[in-house]
């Protein structure tokens, strides 16, 4: 198919469509229509939610898994379970999330080159379903396989869903507010994960006989994302590229954007593929050989290992167990750790609002920078904890720093870059490659922290200090700032570490 085909000029001289509005000066108005608004309230509550909420909602019952693990094992082989292999097991239900999510992100590029971005995330809804009744019912029916099998079915649903909800995302927004409506992602991240804390509080779903619920809701989002979604528009740049749809596109356009003149948005999606001349979808493979997009890729690559390796993950993980060892009682516990998703959501919250005016570059770096800078103050406060009473305060200040300085900037950025780093034939292999480090890092962090912690105490965060530093000054030194500019622009910029120009665009005369 020949993208010159595509009738752009007459798109461009229809005078039959009111001009977009601009301001003075010439600005054009960097307006969120409210179908931009709803798609991404309703991608992000059924997908980006559901993966914050399965990271902090196994916190508040872990004695209660525990006990049904040992009470399940010694009616089956009559005997208490082995202290090893009920560390062993609980580790396993931690991280075999991850290794869904892996699964999840392996299957992104066929299915949602297959089905669409749209209807990639409605299938998405069965993996979460199915897992919120496995796990809803585990106990009733005394099976801790079901328990694990419903957080392997979330990290599948997780997998597809942190890949194509910014694929969508980033394909539906104009490139003014595409920072700002991407960290919706991140928003909704640290929303789920708030949420997991505020229902795992005891006076609510927290208890021994009620904890099974606690995964349960996990059937409400999905449910509100399955009858919502199929009444927004697929993505544009699906239908104009991968199902050379020009007409459904431009209707896309006009829905999502809430403007009848979609002309420019057209000549961009265009231009930001290269107007190349046979449509072609570039494999896993292509994409690691291509010499174009070299420092892209690898940058992407450090981007999501940095973001699950910067120690967060241990936070959200292990935050009873380390709020434990900084001193806290164990009844105050479930709330101080209420406090640590009410601020990532807030910090995210920010980031949203800022980062179209800071760009991404100052708030990741910064963001990695500052994380370093408290771990190792953190670092300093766990060894003198008892020393005096207020030290242990100290250390929770330390940690609320922590998730901060995360969610302002690291928390979000790498999904943006991702979809702005590749054009339309290569994002579907770029975000399997993305997930794959993602979840990957997660799995790695979610095993071995607690070894990590046991072997080196107070001084394990150093660790996550020295990556968020390398972090830092790799993106100091090689990403360039990408708000506001097209992917031709962000190519250009790559060209001279990458060695090869990438391929001149050619131009619909107009």
Known sequence: MDYREFSVPSLTHDTSYPRRSEVPGGRRRKDWSCLLVVASLVGAFGSSFLYGYNLSVVNAPTQYIKAFYNDTWEKRHGHPIDPDTLTLLWSVTVSIFAIGGLVGTIMVKMVANVLGRKSTLLVNNGFAISAALLMAFSLQAESLEMLIMGRFLMGVDGGIALSVLPMYLNEISPKEIRGSMGQVTAIFICIGVFSGQLLGLPELLGKESTWPYLFGVIIFPAVVQLVSLPFLPESPHYL???????????????KFLGKADVAREVEEALAESHVQKNLHLVSTLELLRDPFVRWQLITVI?????????????????????????????????????????????????????????????????????MALFFGTLTVTLSLQDRAPWVPYLSIVCILAIIASFCSGPGGIPFILTGEFFQQSQRPAAFMIAGTVNWLSNFAVGLLFPFIQKSLDSYCFLVFASICIIGAVYFYFVLPETKNRTHAEISQAFAKRNKAQPPKEKSTPL
Not at 318 to 338: D, H
């Open 240 to 254: 104009l590229f991968e199902k050379q749809d020009e007409a459904g596109a431009v209707k896309a356009f006009q």
């Open 302 to 370: 450090i981007t999501m290992a940095c973001y699950q390796l910067c120690g967060l993950n241990a936070i959200w993980f292990y935050t009873s167990s380390i709020f434990g060892k900084a001193g806290i009682p164990q009844a105050n516990i479930p709330y101080i750790t209420l406090s640590t998703g009410g601020i990532e959501t807030l910090a995210s919250i920010f980031s949203g609002l800022v980062i179209e005016r800071l760009g991404r570059r100052p708030l990741l770096i910064g963001g990695f920078l500052l």
